[in-house]
């Protein structure tokens, strides 16, 4: 095979990926834009601390039931046409979610954005693993969480500007509407784009191969491999090709239990939420509100975060494949250890105000914000995107989609089980505690992934 070929079937897979991935930008940007919006919303439906807790995770369940079906919906229907139905979801919540007039129906629309969010976790990084060469398939798996990342940022970005321009997320935007509710509508153009993409770009091989559609396989593995694709088709065609459809009884092993390989996939992906990253890009706008920066300069901060989330993933990206999963998991795990254990104790000794809200005195307050800051750059350099590159290849071409399914659901049940709880134990606890309950699934994850992990760099998704 000629380098032109090579490179030409590197570009390709590098433009199907990124269509792929974004979903990943929508699970991102609809996951973080509530951020901006927190504190208004909480006063325009005048919610209590755990109704607020609720508006922002009770779409966290909606996504583990998304991330359930996902597997099945793209096993029958395929990887494509599960993305399209993801993006229709995604436009309607966001324009729901803008016209909502009460908390309840706002909880309605954010839990249908909850459902595509938790299918885009599932289908974007089994459609890039499926599709992509071995030697490329680490770092186009971490597109999924650097496409996540830019969302994220882009949300806080587009809250930002538009609760400056407004004075205040409570103030009135553009033709007297709140600007909190525009920052729910601004999701809807990324929404549609991300149909229009999948529309765009082929299926998966592997589900094709599995439809006995082969001559359509080996066309996309041509394009993406280039020369005779025959051998591959065979390799595929003795993994996936089975009497039935693939099941969720596949996943249980003797005596009816979950497959081990299973249950180390669902670990990945809950100490991925327990170690609270998602209470730094779902609330960080209220907690850095609640030591004393005001509204802008709380948003400033949260914008601040999700450049350096972006940076590590990018880093993530260029060393996944040459250092493998392993090392930067673990890497990960001591340095989120020490920096959410440096923040355990700045906030467990602060002096609490009048309100209840914990003051940061002197230095306390810059050395809590370059923890929290390098707390994200160690979890996005390694449980970040490495969790999902490991989701998308860990498993075996006949269980991948049942089992990311799975581990999709324990990860969205975790991450709401830590964004309802967040706001009540910063109220009758303090921020101390729960960074110290965030420290200890840190360190948990050192030891899980020095004993159950498994390096699975090079290796062919035939071959697990």
Do not use: H
């Amino acid at each position: 095979m000629s380098s032109t070929t090579r490179k030409a079937g590197t570009y390709y897979v590098i433009l199907i990926a990124g269509a792929a991935a974004l979903g990943g930008f929508l699970f991102g940007f609809d996951t973080a834009v509530i951020n901006g919006a927190v504190a208004a919303l909480t006063k325009a439906y005048n919610a209590t601390s755990w109704m607020t807790g609720l508006a922002v995770s009770l779409a966290l369940l909606a996504s583990a039931i998304g991330a359930f079906c996902a597997g099945q919906i793209a096993d029958r229907y395929g990887r494509v046409k599960a993305m399209v139905i993801a993006s229709v979801l995604f436009t309607i919540s966001a324009i729901g979610s803008g016209i909502a007039f009460t908390i309840w129906d706002f909880i309605f629309w954010r839990a249908l954005g909850g459902l595509a969010v938790g299918a885009a976790s599932v289908i974007a990084p089994a459609y890039i693993a499926e599709c992509s060469p071995s030697n490329l398939r680490g770092r186009l798996g971490s597109l999924q969480q650097l496409a996540i990342v830019v969302g994220i940022f882009i949300a806080l970005l587009t809250d930002y500007f538009i609760a400056i321009s407004a004075g205040s997320a409570e103030l009135p935007f553009l033709f007297g509407i709140a600007a909190w509710r525009w920052m729910f509508w601004t999701e809807a153009f990324p929404a549609v784009l991300y149909g229009v993409a999948a529309l765009s770009i082929p299926e998966s091989p592997r589900y094709l191969v599995a439809q006995g559609r082969e001559q359509e396989a080996s066309f996309v593995l041509g394009k993406i491999l280039g020369g005779n694709v025959q051998s591959k088709i065979e390799e595929i065609r003795e993994t996936v090709l089975r009497e039935r459809k693939p099941n969720f009884s596949d996943l249980l092993g003797r005596n009816n239990r979950l497959l081990p390989i299973v249950w180390v996939g669902i670990g990945l992906s809950v100490l991925q939420q327990f170690v609270g990253i998602n209470v730094i890009f779902y609330y960080s706008s209220v907690l850095w509100r609640a030591v004393g920066f005001s509204e802008q300069d709380s948003l400033k901060l949260t914008v601040l975060t999700g450049a350096v989330n972006i940076i590590t993933t990018l880093i993530a990206i260029s060393s996944v494949d040459k250092f493998g999963r392993k090392p930067l998991l673990l890497l990960g795990s001591v340095g989120m250890t020490i920096t959410l254990g440096i923040l355990t104790v700045i906030f467990g000794q602060a002096q609490v105000d009048a309100a209840g809200n914990p003051t940061l005195a002197g230095s306390s307050g810059i050395i809590a914000l370059l923890a929290a800051n390098l707390y994200v750059f160690c979890f996005g350099f390694s449980w970040g995107p490495v969790v999902w590159v490991l989701l998308g290849e860990m498993f075996n071409n006949k269980i991948r989609a049942a089992a990311l399914s799975i581990a999709a659901a324990a990860q969205w049940i975790a991450n709401f089980i830590v964004s309802t709880t967040f706001p009540p134990l910063l109220q009758y606890f303090g921020l101390g505690t729960a960074y110290g309950l965030y420290t200890i699934a840190a360190a948990i994850s050192i030891f899980f992934v020095a004993f159950f992990i498994k390096e699975t760099k090079g290796m062919e998704l035939e071959e697990m």
